[in-house]
Every structure is written in structure tokens, then in C-alpha cells.
T-cell receptor, first 113, second 111 residues
Framework: DVKVTQSSRYLVKRTGEKVFLECVQD?????MFWYRQDPGLGLRLIYF???????EKGDIPEGYSVSREKKERFSLILESASTNQTSMYLC????????????FGEGSWLTVV | DAKTTQPTSMDCAEGRAANLPCNHS???????VYWYRQIHSQGPQYIIH???NNETNEMASLIITEDRKSSTLILPHATLRDTAVYYC????????????FGKGTRLHILP
């Protein structure tokens, strides 16, 4: 079975802290994605990557950055966490190509206080 | 913006077929239609996908109209465990495709 593993399920961070959310997939997928999910807003794409060291902005990249140094790992970075970044963050991965399924991790619940 | 539109919520009686519609009127020829569902506090789970033909698997059936501008996900015998948010998305076959989800349909299965 494909596994997309998010390192932390629940985190509480202080305003201004630098936060790292890590995601690892075990299927050699080229594409990896970070979404955030808020009540009533659905899943919103933050960043995605289609190859090592490649990244593309999604719909809401402000306040975030990403890193993809290895194919299996895609990190989301909050340089200076703010309370409006309190949310659930979802990582996903897939092979390139429209006929390939996207697999999601279980989510990371981040609270910024 | 999402390329799909779905009703915000729907109800279905337990044991009946749940038919969830999705509009994707701007779909292009190389875009697949995917359906996912998300049960509270979990990551989205893949259900089914298709390009032109109708598809069926152990979870659901997908009916795509001939002009491909809309589709319907059918859960043949809905149970309480099917209560979830259902997302319909389209995915293009580019290397750098940006996969956008909308707000989905919240399906309530009524006992």
C-alpha cells in the first residue's frame, strides 16, 4: 500500500516561531502537494512540487515556503507562524499524469497561539 | 479556482443509492475526473476516476455524460459510514499540473 506519512499529527506553536511540517512518501512519486483545510473553505493548495528542487506556488503561498531536497520528502515551512495559520495541513503525492491517483496523508493539525 | 462545482450538501436515506452530481463544464479532452471523500479529521480517500467511459469499482460507480461536462458519483447502497464530504476534481496530464479541490458536497446519510 502507498504510504504518505506526515511527521506530526498535532502541533502547538507560538506566534513568530519557525515551523516545519514534514511529509514522506514511499512510492517514488514525482509530484507532491501541500494543502490547508479550514472549515467552509475546502482544501486549498499552498505549494506543489513535480520534481526534486522544483516548486510551484498554489493558490495561497503567502507566509509559506517549501523544500524538496529528496524525492520522497516534501517539507512545508512557516517562517514566522501567525495565528491565522492555525489549520489542518494535508500532504499528498502522486505519479505525474492525469490517470494517476493522488494519495493523501492523515493531516497535521497546527495551532498557533 | 476549482474547475468543478458541486452542491454544498445532500441528504440520502440509509440503504438507498446516493447520487452526487458534479459540474465540470470547462473540462478539456485530456482531463480526468476524480472523486475523493473525506471523513471528519482524516485525509481524503480516493474513490474512483474516469476519462470518458463510465467506471465501477467496489466502492462506487462514476457516470460521465457524453459531452463530459458533468458527472455523477453513485454509492449504490449508502450506509451511515458513507457520511463524509465528497470532492470532485479534474486533473490534466501535464507534468506540473496544479490539482485544485473545491469545497465538495457534504453528504448526510439518514438512518
Amino acid at each position: 500500500d502507498v504510504k504518505v506519512t506526515q511527521s506530526s499529527r498535532y502541533l502547538v506553536k507560538r506566534t513568530g516561531e519557525k515551523v516545519f511540517l514534514e511529509c514522506v512518501q514511499d512510492m517514488d512519486h514525482e509530484n507532491m502537494f501541500w494543502y490547508r483545510q479550514d472549515p467552509g473553505l475546502g482544501l486549498r493548495l499552498i505549494y506543489f512540487s513535480y520534481d526534486v528542487k522544483m516548486k510551484e506556488k498554489g493558490d495561497i503561498p503567502e507566509g509559506y515556503s517549501v523544500s524538496r531536497e529528496k524525492k520522497e520528502r516534501f517539507s512545508l515551512i512557516l517562517e514566522s507562524a501567525s495565528t491565522n495559520q492555525t489549520s489542518m495541513y494535508l500532504c499528498a503525492s502522486s505519479y505525474t499524469g492525469a490517470g494517476n491517483t493522488i494519495y493523501f496523508g492523515e493531516g497535521s493539525w497546527l495551532t498557533v497561539v | 479556482d476549482a474547475k468543478t462545482t458541486q452542491p454544498t450538501s445532500m441528504d440520502c436515506a440509509e440503504g438507498r443509492a446516493a447520487n452526487l452530481p458534479c459540474n465540470h463544464s470547462t473540462i478539456s479532452g485530456n482531463e480526468y475526473v476524480y472523486w475523493y471523500r473525506q471523513i471528519h479529521s482524516q485525509g481524503p480517500q480516493y474513490i474512483i476516476h474516469g476519462l470518458k467511459n463510465n467506471e465501477t469499482n467496489e466502492m462506487a460507480s462514476l457516470i460521465i455524460t457524453e459531452d463530459r461536462k458533468s458527472s455523477t458519483l453513485i454509492l449504490p447502497h449508502a450506509t451511515l459510514r458513507d457520511t463524509a464530504v465528497y470532492y470532485c476534481i479534474v486533473r490534466v496530464s501535464n507534468r506540473d499540473d496544479k490539482i485544485i479541490f473545491g469545497k465538495g458536497t457534504r453528504l448526510h446519510i439518514l438512518p
